[in-house]
């Protein structure tokens, strides 16, 4: 029979290991680091005070511009991205945050490197070099998106895309089986009445004409006068069915190829800060 001091040992041991010992969730984020730096200050500061303007990816919106992939930005050296959190840009909707303390300031520039893809340096999930040959091969990117100069114009280009996304969220975006087709991106199918169909990507629209961009890159500008009919359609371009298509591995190795090809685009310009003035 255990004494009274023994057992009082063993409940303390085990609470203990479940308290700090066993923890593989904790574990796990150990093991493997995202670049979303999730549980950052300056992530949280981000969401309160720039989100609103520039999006919570960094990619601005109607009320405030791009602050992750245009390159110019990106060129911008920490003190001036400090500069203006703290100071504003006059003239412009960028206002000043002089109640964040200097410590606040220094994390949120370094969230904003991280949402520019200049933060990471956690392992790849997989084989880049399998993963290019996923993307111009078995998953057919390539029809549709250009990489480094190579593959087609339908959709976005997605040379700097690996580097401001988690490999969580590229995950999400191919897998994605309710994905919402974004403005520019949308499918059409129109015939005209000299029974002319043409199918493409809406580029642009008015009251009075159809701008299409057929799968062989061409353009068609079209006069509504002249048209019979015109859907749209909801499916989007870009499969839905990609966790079914391609295996965990491999879509692990294409993750790897778009954030090494991201990573590298970044460090072109990670100590270039001639524009610094601008």
Sequence with gaps: MLSIRKSHWLVAFSVLWVAIG???ALAQELKEPTHDASSSPGKRTYASTCAVCHGLDGRGGE????????????RFSNQKLSSIIADGISGTGMPAFRALTPVQIRSLVSYVRALQGKGETGKLPGNPQNGKAIFFGKADCSSCHAISGEGGFLGPDLTVYGSTKSGKAMFDDITNADRIVPN?????????TDGTHVEGIVRNEDNFSVQLQAKDSSY????????QKVEYQKSPLMPTDYARRLSRAEIDDLISYLMSVGRASGSDHSGDTRNDKE
Aim: charged share 20%.
């Design 22 to 24: 066993f923890r593989p």
């Design 63 to 74: 009320r405030a511009p791009n602050i992750a992939t245009i390159e110019r930005v990106q």
């Design 184 to 192: 520019g991106y949308r499918m059409a199918a129109v015939t005209a």
């Design 220 to 227: 068609h500008l079209l006069q509504k006068s002249n048209l």
